[in-house]
C-alpha cells in the first residue's frame, strides 16, 4: 500500500494506479478511530452476558440495549452533518464529537450498575452520532474519486483493529484481575483521551465548501432540500429496509454461546474474531466495490450476514460454527460499512456530503435499532432457532429485491 502524504486531492501520475494511493489524512483518521475503539469496545464486549446473565434480564430488555447502541447515535447524526456542512469545519465538529464520548468514560469511573451503563453508552453514542459524519467528510475530502471506497477501507480496517484490541485487552485484564473493571475503565478512558490529543494536533483542518470554491467549481451552500438528491434517497430506502433485518452481533453471540461451550468460554472474544474477520476484508472488499460498483457490493455483502444466520440456526456448536459466524460477519461488515460512506458521499450534492453521508447512516442506524428490538420480541415469542430462521428468510427474499432497486446506482470503476 502506497501512502500519499499530500493533504491536497491531485491527479494521480499517469503511471500510477489511482487505487493505490491512500491520504496520510486517512491514515491519521484511521488511527484515532483505533484508539477510540479500543476504549468503546473494551467496554462493550462484556455487555450481552452482563445484562442477560449479571443482571438476570430478558432478551426483550438486550434487544432494546443492543438497539440503543445500534441507534442511538440517530439522534444527532444529521445535526452532526449539518454542522460540519454549514460551518465548513468537519474537523472540529469531529474533535467535539470525540471529546463527548471521551468524557462518557469518566463518568464510568465515578458511577456504577446498570443505570450507569445505559447512561454511558447513550453519551458516547451521541458522540460517534456527532463525528461519523464530519469525520466521514474528511475522508472524502482527502481522498481521489477513483479510490473513495478503499480509501473507507483503509479507515475502517484500522478501526477494526481497534474494535479488536479493546475486548482483547479487556479480556485480558480481568483474566490477571478477575474484578478488575475498574482498571479496564481507566485504560478505556486514557485510549480516549489519546484519540481526541491525536485528531486536534495532527489532522489537517480542511474546508470542503472552501476548496471547491477555489478550483473554480461554482459556490454549493447547504440546503436540506438537497438530500431529496434520488439517487442518494434510493441509496437509503434499500439500506434502511436491510438495516431492518440486521439483528445485531449480540444476538448471533448468544445463540452461539447456548449451545457452545467453546463459544461461552471465550465469550469477549467473538467481538474479536469479528474485528479480525472484519480487519482481513476491509481493503479487498473496498477495492472490489471501486472497480465492480459499490452498490452492487453493498447489497451482495448481505449474502454474508445471511450465511451467518444460516450457521446461527444450526442445531449444531462448536468451533468450526462459531469461526464460520465470525468470518461471515467480519465480510458482512467490510462490504457494507465503508461501502454505504462511500456512496453516500457520491451521491451527496456538492455541499452536503457530511449531512449525505449522516442521512444515510440514520438510516441504517435507526433501522438496526428497529431490527434488534423487534428481534428480542421474535426470540421471546418464538424462541432461539425459529427467530433466527425467520429473520434468514426475510432476508434472503430481500436481497434480490434491494439489488433491483440500487441497479441504476452501479456504476463499476474502471482500474488500470
Not at 440503543?68 to 452532526?80: H, N, T, W
Not at 480542511?206 to 447547504?222: L, N, Q, T
Not at 460499512?337 to 456530503?353: C, K, Q, R, S, Y
Request: proline share 4%; net charge positive; glycine share 10%.
Amino acid at each position: 500500500m502506497y501512502i500519499s502524504f499530500d493533504r491536497k486531492r491531485v491527479a494521480a501520475p499517469a503511471s500510477a494506479s489511482p487505487v493505490s494511493r491512500v491520504s496520510s489524512t486517512v491514515v491519521i483518521l484511521g488511527v484515532v478511530s483505533l484508539l477510540t475503539d479500543v476504549s468503546s469496545e473494551s467496554v462493550a464486549s462484556i455487555l450481552p452476558l452482563y445484562i442477560t446473565g449479571a443482571l438476570g434480564l430478558s432478551t426483550i430488555a438486550f434487544g432494546f440495549i443492543d438497539g440503543l447502541y445500534q441507534g442511538v447515535s440517530a439522534i444527532v447524526r444529521i445535526g452532526g452533518g449539518w454542522a460540519s456542512d454549514r460551518s465548513d469545519q468537519p474537523k472540529w465538529i469531529a474533535v467535539f464529537g470525540y471529546g463527548v464520548s471521551a468524557l462518557a468514560k469518566v463518568w464510568l469511573l465515578i458511577a456504577s450498575g446498570f443505570a450507569a451503563v445505559v447512561g454511558v453508552i447513550t453519551v458516547d453514542r451521541l458522540g460517534k452520532g456527532v463525528r461519523t459524519a464530519p469525520r466521514d467528510a474528511l475522508i472524502t475530502a482527502a481522498s481521489d474519486d477513483s479510490n473513495l471506497a478503499r480509501s473507507f477501507g483503509v479507515h475502517r480496517t484500522l478501526d477494526t483493529i481497534g474494535a479488536a484490541a479493546g475486548p482483547l485487552l479487556a479480556f485480558v485484564i480481568l483474566s490477571v484481575l478477575p474484578t478488575g473493571y475498574e482498571v479496564v475503565f481507566v485504560v478505556s478512558l486514557c485510549f480516549a483521551v489519546l484519540g481526541v490529543v491525536l485528531l486536534a494536533l495532527l489532522v489537517p483542518a480542511r474546508h470542503p465548501r472552501a476548496e471547491r470554491v477555489s478550483r473554480g467549481e461554482p459556490r454549493a451552500p447547504f440546503r436540506w432540500r438537497n438530500l431529496a438528491e434520488p439517487r442518494l434517497r434510493r441509496l437509503m430506502l434499500a439500506a434502511g429496509m436491510l438495516a431492518v433485518l440486521t439483528v445485531g452481533d449480540g444476538f448471533i453471540y448468544l445463540v452461539l454461546q447456548d449451545r457452545s461451550s467453546f463459544a461461552a468460554q471465550w465469550f469477549p472474544l467473538l467481538y474479536v474474531g469479528t474485528n479480525v474477520a472484519f480487519f482481513l476484508f476491509a481493503m479487498p472488499l473496498g477495492r472490489l466495490a471501486d472497480r465492480l460498483g459499490r452498490a452492487r457490493v453493498f447489497v451482495v455483502g448481505h449474502v454474508a450476514l445471511l450465511g451467518a444466520y444460516a450457521f446461527a440456526a444450526l442445531p449444531v456448536g462448536g468451533i468450526v460454527i462459531t469461526v464460520a459466524c465470525l468470518l461471515l460477519l467480519g465480510a458482512f461488515y467490510a462490504a457494507t460499512d465503508g461501502v454505504l460512506a462511500a456512496l453516500a458521499g457520491e451521491f451527496a450534492p456538492a455541499g452536503n456530503t457530511a449531512s449525505g453521508i449522516a442521512a444515510a447512516q440514520t438510516v441504517v442506524a435507526v433501522g438496526r435499532l428497529i431490527g434488534a428490538t423487534s428481534f428480542g420480541f421474535l426470540w421471546f415469542a418464538a424462541g432461539r432457532e425459529a427467530a433466527v430462521i425467520i429473520v434468514a428468510i426475510a432476508l434472503a427474499i430481500a436481497i434480490p429485491l434491494m439489488l433491483v432497486l440500487v441497479g441504476p446506482l452501479v456504476t463499476a470503476k474502471a482500474t488500470t
